[in-house]
């Protein structure tokens, strides 16, 4: 297979992780016969500092026409108290997700046996869990009318969504859920508003198309607490793009290998890998992070290209090294700490 | 001091944890010399059996004209599976909230050492656990235009705050703060919506009137990832509508001492207190549900009156019914179970 894959590196760590992913990914394609040509791009502050935007028009052209897009991670302490700033990395990445249509999030957490101890959790909650959101990104109150009336003392932000973006996101979620363990839960309020309303009414009138799925409903509330006292309860859960923002951070730390958890976002014409932890600017360029979620993020994007055997091939390389010991500092538990390159040269080797 | 209490038992277990707090508070009026007059009045699923509406007029009346309101529970599982129902018990609540002004929502988490071990989270994590969340109750994508366009197929929820709203709430959580360890958080997600942004504006020009607090600002994801992570790190929080439904849920199973949990909504005329368990319609009429958190409510009640002592008196009993075992079923860990009437016994015996 030929990929165009779109690299954005962004800031903080994103490059350092990035070149571990390629170098992996690399070595995976030559392994299989593949044929990866990368398509750097700029993103986030980088991009701030170099053209003024965090999203330029040419990144999107590159991203537009990609295969793929594996994504870094962006930030910078610069842009970190004044949200109200008028240029800010963040912007960037919601005129990405919008202008790329990345409607799907797709944010696993599952437990790697050796990293349970991690947790915060107690192991007997915590054991088993493997659970997956959806999270619906281009749309609800990030994406609404929003502004200031009365002089600027009155704030007001506009929550909408329609029946067609519920039935997509649903549609991925009742797909994901038949080749699991065929249990959704729809997660919404709406016992309270009627955006939620319309997404219960939605699934419900879906859920005839997917008989083997057993579907449940919970408040947005109720599941908040359930996250923390039984998060193997759960297996496939959609939402909209708000409680999706608070509730996937809340199960990405539970497991404990919140630095090893990767994600998609999934549009209709390309799709974008990333890890989901931050661009930790005060470990740039110590060749200390973590790369492994970057490159089972990396592994997701395989799997997405229908190449299934490859993804299991580099997640099977992160679990013998996290055996093996040859992890970074955050993992290494008082042990001997490998450095970034170094991981990812281990995990090259042995794919 | 002569007390007007207006009493909303509720549904399910609501009538038995409130005659607890009610035979617990009479042994302390009797004690401190003080003058309680009960006024009940219908609410909930009750209320809509007997005259068809969950917070009827007259019920607003009797609460409206009392010094403090004390509420149980609400909540019936026959209105639990549509929330499209024209009648719900939870339309009450919020009408409620709305129609007393209730515009501040106290919660705490705080840990019992004899309870640790009930918590999901290990013990070093969730040790020494003593925070507060200030929630706004009567604003926010609860109570803006909500609606449905396009033949139904577009829904939306209109999210609105004032700065006179966000100062109100912000002024509660600074006065606390100055109570306790002078941190105060304020929590929203002013890199994406406006109505965070003016909440983040409104508080940072307070700062300067309550100069020995030391405020920061967090993203609601963020605060739900650290709840789960380090929960011993927060004092006071303060929170739009939504995002204190949600994290409050979140911190009151931390503790593992949810059965326990009490809670205040404050207004500018009258106060409500009550505990956050929910109605619990399973255990109705058995004699099993923990009155203990009901109970808390009401010593929350008593201070608020500025009847220190009062209060005092009713957490020292509960905290040696605890110690000494003179607890319901779900604190028993297998011992011997007390019943609900059993233990308000104890408790009006020894405050
Ligand atoms: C940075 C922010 C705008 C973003 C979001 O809220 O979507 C982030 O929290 C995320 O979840 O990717
Ligand atoms: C029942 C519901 C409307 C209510 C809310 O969302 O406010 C409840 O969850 C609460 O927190 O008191």
Redesign the pocket.
Known sequence: MKLNIALLAGDGIGPEVINEAVKVSDAIAQKFGHEITWKPALTGAAAIDAVGEPYPDSTHEVCKNADAVLFGAIGHPKYDNDPSAPVRPEQGLLKMRKALGLFANVRPTFTFPSLLDKSPLKRERIEGTDLVFLRELTGGIYFGEKGRKDNGDTAYDNCVYTRAEVQRLAKKGFELAMTRSKKLCCVD?A??LETSRLWRETVQAMEKDYPEVEVSYE?V?AVAMRLVQWPNSYDVLITENLFGDILTDEASVISGSMGLMPSASMGAEVSLFEPIHGSYPQATGLNIANPMATILSAAMMFENFGLMEEGKAMRDAVNKALEAGVVTEDLANGGKAYGTKEVGDWLAANV
Chains 1, 2 share one sequence.
């Open positions: 309020k016992n309270v408040f509330d």
